[in-house]
């Protein structure tokens, strides 16, 4: 089993930045890639951003392109999401995820294990 445990989450005003961190252990880390998922209220847990085995490839949806960034430091067995601009909208409970295929997947089944979430609030 991985364990994942994300951190960094709070309240933050629109236009504002914020870093999440994820820490894992229990797993080879740099043998699964690892993604970003958010849950708005009342919605549907919804694809977020996604970094291969070795950091170089990424993905993001098309509501974060440009604003958010994810990397991952394997010497530290933490992955990051850097949000900037932040708007109302992406007031959710943010997940971090792991999969041992090297894929820069974008669907939550594709994906074995799972944080617990970290609060993020963007007041409008």
């Known amino acids: 089993q991985m364990q994942l445990v994300e951190s960094g989450g709070g309240l933050v005003q629109a236009g504002g930045s914020l870093r999440l961190s994820c820490k894992a252990s229990?797993?080879?880390?740099?043998?699964?890639?690892l993604g970003w998922f958010r849950q708005p209220p009342g919605k549907e847990r919804e694809f977020v951003a996604t970094?291969?085995?070795?950091?170089?490839?990424?993905r993001y949806a098309e509501s974060v392109e440009g604003r958010f960034t994810i990397s991952r430091d394997n010497a530290k067995n933490t992955v990051y999401l850097q949000m900037r601009s932040l708007k109302p909208e992406d007031t959710a409970v943010y997940f971090c995820?792991?999969?041992?295929?090297?894929?820069?997947?974008?669907?939550?089944?594709?994906?074995?294990?799972w944080g617990q979430g970290t609060q993020v609030t963007v007041p409008s």
């Open positions: 229990g797993h080879t880390f740099n043998s699964h890639a």
């Open positions: 995820a792991a999969t041992p295929r090297n894929v820069l997947a974008t669907q939550s089944g594709e994906y074995s294990f």
């Open positions: 970094v291969s085995w070795s950091g170089v490839g990424t």
